[in-house]
């Protein structure tokens, strides 16, 4: 066991490089959107630290494909589900590229959470990771429901001792700041899995041991400025929140071989 | 929800000539203003010696949070933690001294700063309008403190029956209130009460901001984030931020070794951070259009 102080700490300096550096020569343009919700190198740290090579890991939104080919690039098993049909294309793409520089396990895609191939999924997934989506105004609750179902559904799925992974970007309505951890907490517990962990991933830039440079949109920017000058003022995003649940921490799988 | 009081719509609208007046002092080199402070990070260093106890976080945090959400001469609330309280009356305790420093680095920043002792959990609700009265009137209870710029209470002394909050409300001197309340809470929610109470004390635009962590018991992480807001919002407060305090700068690189691992999937991350909730009084659109229209 290392002293305690060797265990890493729970924010974790993934903004260092911009998204752009980020996806450069690994994914296509059109994948940034689908990065500000996860982005390739805070994949990459939850694939590696709660993972090993060998194992399986499952994205149920894989969106533009990041999780899938983070994954993949660090030699893991991966199944990812498109919820996404509109980012297809994109994903295919990605995933190319992915098999071009580390050719490892073909990818599993499954079209939803009941196509039949799922059916011998119960207990073969080592971790679960995925990136909440920013949801419709207005549609909060329906977003609740949707979280809880999809959690209710793949924590069958996940071998005891996995760990399912949900990162979540600060979130605001016309009220304010929405507590998108909570509510993900909240509906996690609801289906029976333990938080075990709440770290944060940096999206900004760490400046020396001094300060945390945010890499905000224009937008972003506009709005905490407009808010500010208006007496209420807010903090620009420079982070995610990691969620990290427990199925049960009983036994743990050995690791699987690794394919040459 | 309460009714929002017609002076939080007058103290927004006297808001933007206030912030026009300061940018003329900060123009002439006089004050600093909060329209030309840089928009600040959700995430800010605030370095801290392990263990991160409440008190060290709580020091750290106070000048982060009071130069982030005041102007001099604003009042300050430091409401002391309980491990603090707990210390008072026993003078080689070095705990004591370093709230005393924490009250202190307040009012060096040109802010009055005032402290109260928080409400242990289980006593007896304390009627809201009285909660300041009442605390400092019972010696076990809570006391309350004042040091810096902070003007005086004209009415501290005036028993005002519960029922007449509403009311008073809207013709209550500004005075008794503070514009920034700091408060630590652990991992263990301290219930409604005083989150009520503390909300009651806010200026029509004041901030409450909550510093909390979370902590593990048997493996399982008790976050008392959700419950907070909870409680903030029957007290009719809505979250607008949420910041991450950096109690320890973290490595650049982001390698795991199995040794690591092993650690973490045993007892999660070291935790190097704490959590500010950000709450102020909620106004709606309505009055916020109101306002403008004014």
């Given at each position: 066991m290392p002293d305690d102080l060797t265990v890493p700490g729970t924010?974790?300096?993934?903004?260092?490089?911009s998204l752009t550096a980020q996806l450069r020569d690994r994914y296509v343009g059109a994948t940034r959107k689908d990065a500000a919700r996860l982005s390739p190198a805070i994949a990459r740290h939850i694939i590696t630290t709660y993972t090993r090579p060998g194992d399986t890991v499952l994205d149920p939104d894989a969106g533009a494909g990041i999780v899938v080919c983070e994954a993949l690039r660090t030699r893991r098993h991966v199944i990812g589900i498109h919820?996404?049909?509109?980012q297809h294309e994109v994903f295919e793409a990605n995933l190319e590229l992915a098999n071009l520089s580390a050719p490892y396990a073909p990818a599993t895609m499954l079209d939803?959470?009941?196509?039949?191939?799922?059916?011998?999924?119960?207990?073969?997934?080592d971790l679960v990771l995925t990136g909440l989506r920013r949801s419709a105004p207005g549609d909060r609750l329906a977003d609740l429901a949707r979280t809880y179902e999809l959690l209710d559904t793949i924590a069958d799925w996940v071998w005891p001792g996995g760990h399912i992974v949900v990162v979540c970007r600060p979130e605001r309505d016309h009220r304010g700041l929405v507590d998108g951890p909570g509510r993900v907490t909240e509906a996690a517990q609801a289906v029976g899995l333990r938080l075990v962990d709440h770290c944060i991933a940096l999206t900004g830039k760490l400046i020396g041991d001094l300060a945390v440079r945010p890499r905000a949109s224009r937008y972003e920017t506009r709005a905490a400025a407009r808010s500010r000058d208006n007496g209420v003022p807010f903090a620009v995003n420079a982070h995610v929140d990691v969620l990290v649940f427990g199925v049960s921490a009983d036994c743990r799988r050995p690791a699987a071989p690794v394919s040459p | 929800m309460p009714a929002t009081p017609k002076s939080h719509i007058a103290r927004r609208g006297r808001g933007i000539s206030r912030q026009m007046t300061k940018t003329n002092l900060v123009t002439a080199g006089l004050s600093e203003g909060s329209a030309d402070r840089p928009l600040a990070p959700t995430v800010r260093m605030c370095p801290a010696d392990p263990p991160l106890r409440t008190l060290t976080v709580l020091g750290a945090a106070t000048r982060t949070l009071v130069t982030t959400y005041t102007d001099p001469g604003d009042r300050v609330l430091l409401i002391e933690p309980p491990v603090v309280a707990r210390a008072v009356g026993s003078p080689r305790n070095p705990v004591r001294l370093d709230w005393a420093a924490v009250v202190e680095a307040v009012a060096r920043l040109g802010r009055g700063a005032s402290t109260r002792q928080t409400t242990p959990r289980g006593e007896p609700a304390v009627p809201l309008i009285r909660a300041a009265d009442d605390v400092r009137a019972t010696p076990d209870a809570a006391t309350e403190s004042e040091a810096g710029l902070g003007l005086d209470d004209p009415d501290r002394t005036i028993p005002i029956a519960a029922d007449w909050i509403t009311a008073l409300d809207s013709v209550r001197p500004a005075a008794d209130r503070f514009d920034l309340i700091i408060a630590a809470v652990g991992a263990v929610h301290p219930g409604t009460d005083p989150i009520t109470a503390w909300a009651h004390d806010l200026t029509p635009t004041g901030i409450l901001a909550i510093v909390t962590h979370s902590d593990r018991t048997y493996g399982q992480l008790a976050a008392p984030g959700r419950d907070l807001q909870r409680a903030a919002r029957l007290a009719g407060l809505t979250l607008t931020d949420r910041l991450i305090l950096l109690h320890e700068s973290p490595p650049p690189g982001l390698t795991i070794t199995d040794a690591n691992r092993t650690a973490i999937m045993s007892n999660g991350h070291r935790r190097i951070h704490s959590t500010v909730l950000v709450f102020t009084p909620y106004v709606s659109e309505q009055d916020t259009a109101e306002a403008h229209n004014a």
């Amino acid at each position: 066991m290392p002293d305690d102080l060797t265990v890493p700490g729970t924010v974790w300096a993934t903004g260092n490089d911009s998204l752009t550096a980020q996806l450069r020569d690994r994914y296509v343009g059109a994948t940034r959107k689908d990065a500000a919700r996860l982005s390739p190198a805070i994949a990459r740290h939850i694939i590696t630290t709660y993972t090993r090579p060998g194992d399986t890991v499952l994205d149920p939104d894989a969106g533009a494909g990041i999780v899938v080919c983070e994954a993949l690039r660090t030699r893991r098993h991966v199944i990812g589900i498109h919820a996404d049909n509109q980012q297809h294309e994109v994903f295919e793409a990605n995933l190319e590229l992915a098999n071009l520089s580390a050719p490892y396990a073909p990818a599993t895609m499954l079209d939803g959470v009941d196509d039949p191939r799922a059916a011998g999924l119960p207990g073969a997934v080592d971790l679960v990771l995925t990136g909440l989506r920013r949801s419709a105004p207005g549609d909060r609750l329906a977003d609740l429901a949707r979280t809880y179902e999809l959690l209710d559904t793949i924590a069958d799925w996940v071998w005891p001792g996995g760990h399912i992974v949900v990162v979540c970007r600060p979130e605001r309505d016309h009220r304010g700041l929405v507590d998108g951890p909570g509510r993900v907490t909240e509906a996690a517990q609801a289906v029976g899995l333990r938080l075990v962990d709440h770290c944060i991933a940096l999206t900004g830039k760490l400046i020396g041991d001094l300060a945390v440079r945010p890499r905000a949109s224009r937008y972003e920017t506009r709005a905490a400025a407009r808010s500010r000058d208006n007496g209420v003022p807010f903090a620009v995003n420079a982070h995610v929140d990691v969620l990290v649940f427990g199925v049960s921490a009983d036994c743990r799988r050995p690791a699987a071989p690794v394919s040459p | 929800m309460p009714a929002t009081p017609k002076s939080h719509i007058a103290r927004r609208g006297r808001g933007i000539s206030r912030q026009m007046t300061k940018t003329n002092l900060v123009t002439a080199g006089l004050s600093e203003g909060s329209a030309d402070r840089p928009l600040a990070p959700t995430v800010r260093m605030c370095p801290a010696d392990p263990p991160l106890r409440t008190l060290t976080v709580l020091g750290a945090a106070t000048r982060t949070l009071v130069t982030t959400y005041t102007d001099p001469g604003d009042r300050v609330l430091l409401i002391e933690p309980p491990v603090v309280a707990r210390a008072v009356g026993s003078p080689r305790n070095p705990v004591r001294l370093d709230w005393a420093a924490v009250v202190e680095a307040v009012a060096r920043l040109g802010r009055g700063a005032s402290t109260r002792q928080t409400t242990p959990r289980g006593e007896p609700a304390v009627p809201l309008i009285r909660a300041a009265d009442d605390v400092r009137a019972t010696p076990d209870a809570a006391t309350e403190s004042e040091a810096g710029l902070g003007l005086d209470d004209p009415d501290r002394t005036i028993p005002i029956a519960a029922d007449w909050i509403t009311a008073l409300d809207s013709v209550r001197p500004a005075a008794d209130r503070f514009d920034l309340i700091i408060a630590a809470v652990g991992a263990v929610h301290p219930g409604t009460d005083p989150i009520t109470a503390w909300a009651h004390d806010l200026t029509p635009t004041g901030i409450l901001a909550i510093v909390t962590h979370s902590d593990r018991t048997y493996g399982q992480l008790a976050a008392p984030g959700r419950d907070l807001q909870r409680a903030a919002r029957l007290a009719g407060l809505t979250l607008t931020d949420r910041l991450i305090l950096l109690h320890e700068s973290p490595p650049p690189g982001l390698t795991i070794t199995d040794a690591n691992r092993t650690a973490i999937m045993s007892n999660g991350h070291r935790r190097i951070h704490s959590t500010v909730l950000v709450f102020t009084p909620y106004v709606s659109e309505q009055d916020t259009a109101e306002a403008h229209n004014a």
